[in-house]
């Protein structure tokens, strides 16, 4: 599975918005970025996902280089409830049904 | 909104002995899941499962554990003769047919191997 580097942590102020970066250097064309989260005591949680197209949905946005190489997920106002581990995956497209490999994620803290 | 369901949320068992966890997916989802995170550790994805079959397995899957859809709404993980190291946090999750359809999952069951 191609892998993904993710900064350990990040902090970030209450109602300010928080980018987080993810390195993917040996995506391959058909891999989807996906993002999760999970939040303290929780299962991980879907947040986005896309392929070349910048996506935006309720809970975020993701934009994604023009290269594939890398890829941002942006929380546009931080609250306290978005203090969560959130991981970048790399998910080759399958008809369904294919796993999703955690890495280590990026802890994100939101001071209020 | 619909979600996955566990059960119990914590589950204490003695060396040795047999452990069930019950999982209740999203009702029409038909792709099955089941992981597990050690303490500290990643999330580590365990098996897939799928018109009443395992499609994937992971190493860790090995012929301790065994996983079934007993009545058309449950899923189960069962280990057998658990070991200390048995002992995470599992996680069931639930998606739609479909490609790249998002995983729901559970809030887990914390299971802890004396």
């Known amino acids: 599975d191609a892998k993904t580097t993710q900064p350990n942590s990040m902090e970030s102020n209450e109602e300010e918005p928080v980018h987080l970066p993810c390195n993917h250097s040996?995506?391959?064309?058909?891999?989807?970025i996906h993002w999760y989260r999970q939040l303290p005591s929780q299962g991980p949680e879907y947040v986005i996902h896309g392929l070349t197209s910048n996506v935006n949905n309720r809970m975020a946005s993701l934009a994604i280089a023009e290269d594939r190489k890398s890829s941002t997920l942006i929380l546009h106002r931080a609250t306290l409830r978005d203090a969560a581990v959130y991981y970048c995956?790399?998910?080759?497209?399958?008809?369904?049904?294919?796993?999703?490999?955690f890495g280590g994620g990026t802890r994100v803290l939101v001071k209020p | 909104e619909p979600e996955v369901t566990q059960t119990p949320s914590h589950q204490v068992t003695q060396m040795g002995q047999e452990v069930i966890l019950r999982c209740v997916p999203i009702?029409?989802?038909?792709?099955f899941y089941w992981y597990r995170q050690i303490l500290g550790q990643k999330v580590e994805f365990l098996v897939s499962f799928y018109n009443n079959e395992i499609s994937e397995k992971s190493e860790i899957f090995d012929d301790q554990f065994s996983v079934e859809r007993p009545d058309g709404s449950n899923f189960t993980l069962k280990i057998r003769s658990t070991k200390l190291e048995d002992s995470a946090m599992y996680f069931c999750a639930s998606s739609d047919s479909g490609a790249n359809q998002p995983q729901h999952f559970g809030d887990g069951t914390r299971l802890s191997i004396l």
């Open positions: 995956i790399l998910r080759p497209y399958r008809a369904a049904g294919n796993k999703l490999t």
């Open positions: 009702s029409n989802h038909l792709y």
């Open positions: 040996t995506i391959s064309g058909t891999d989807y």
